[in-house]
Nanobody, 123 residues
Framework: QVQLVESGGGLVQAGGSLRLSCAAS????????MGWFRQAPGKEREFVAT????????YYADSVKGRFTISRDNVNNTVYLQMNSLKPEDTAVYYC????????????????WGQGSQVTVSS
């Protein structure tokens, strides 16, 4: 079992930055690929970014490529999402998730989920 707790969300103006953190506990964090997903009001949850267990591979949704950066600290069992140049359309609840098998943009591959952190970008 892996427990995930997100933090760092909030309200920011368009063009601003936020950094989300996801603290993991339970099983060995470094065994898991990690991902960030988001769900805007009235929309389905969508993929944002994913990182391999070692941190050596990353993959991003086209909508955030060049603006968001995913990283991880396997010593402190934390994964981060640095979000720059935020846009109102980035407003959503952001979820981190753990995947034992592989780096993936498919949420069906993920075994464990956090409770979510609200990010609101004002225009």
């Amino acid at each position: 079992q892996v427990q995930l707790v997100e933090s760092g969300g909030g309200l920011v103006q368009a063009g601003g930055s936020l950094r989300l953190s996801c603290a993991a506990s339970g099983r060995i964090f470094s065994n898991y690929a990690m991902g960030w997903f988001r769900q805007a009001p009235g929309k389905e949850r969508e993929f944002v970014a994913t990182i391999s267990w070692s941190g050596g591979s990353t993959y991003y949704a086209d909508s955030v490529k060049g603006r968001f950066t995913i990283s991880r600290d396997n010593v402190n069992n934390t994964v981060y999402l640095q979000m720059n140049s935020l846009k109102p359309e980035d407003t959503a609840v952001y979820y981190c998730a753990a995947n034992y098998f592989r780096i993936s943009g498919d949420q069906n591959d993920y075994n464990y989920w956090g409770q979510g952190s609200q990010v609101t970008v004002s225009s």
